[in-house]
């Protein structure tokens, strides 16, 4: 059973209201020019769980919960949205992304509020800053009360690079994999 211990890899989790960009920037993470998911609004998308990596070789779980709209407002298959609810209890680290374009509206608040339920420690994305109107949405974004921002275009992979910095921050360091994955102590020389 989980006894909240955790052990193999890092898992981000991506999460957010509907239409934010979660999927676009899931595959920038990944470094993919584009989805492998057809990206129409208002279909429902599963959990999305694939292995991303840093510059510096070491590797983490990506995860996108496409289908998590916390403010209960789309029509979303309640199995879908356990499971994205459960890929957020069992984060490592997540990332709450926003539009910037559109700035902070109430579902991203119902988001922000399911992210610190979690416990989970959060990254702010605010995502489309190639788009004008950003400026002052990257700017709300920081009202989510969450110490870190980030903004970022994951269609065009503006602020990417700083975004996996941020996230190879968390994680053990290069070298450290062996122990971090066993989950166990590292053994004596
Ligand atoms: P999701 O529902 O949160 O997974 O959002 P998607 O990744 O499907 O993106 C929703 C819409 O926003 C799509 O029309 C994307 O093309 C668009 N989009 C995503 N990222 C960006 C971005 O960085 N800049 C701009 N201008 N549009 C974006």
New binding site residues.
Partial sequence: QDLGVKAGPFRVV?A?????????????LLRRRR?LVH???GVT?DVLDEEGSLPDGRTFRLL?T?GFDPSGHEEIPSAVRRKALEAIRKADLLLL?V?G?AGIVPADRAAAEAARHSGVETIVVA?????KESESGELEAWELGFPEVYG?????G?GADDLLAAIGSRMQPAGDEAAAGAGETPEPE
Avoid at 16 to 28: I, Y
Avoid at 127 to 131: A, E, P
Avoid at 152 to 156: I, P, T
């Fill in positions: 991506i957010g209201r509907p239409n934010v960009g979660k999927s676009a920037l899931f595959n920038r989805s990206d129409l609004p998308r996108d496409g992304v539009d374009a995502n489309k800053i190639d788009r970022v275009s994951a269609e065009h503006i």
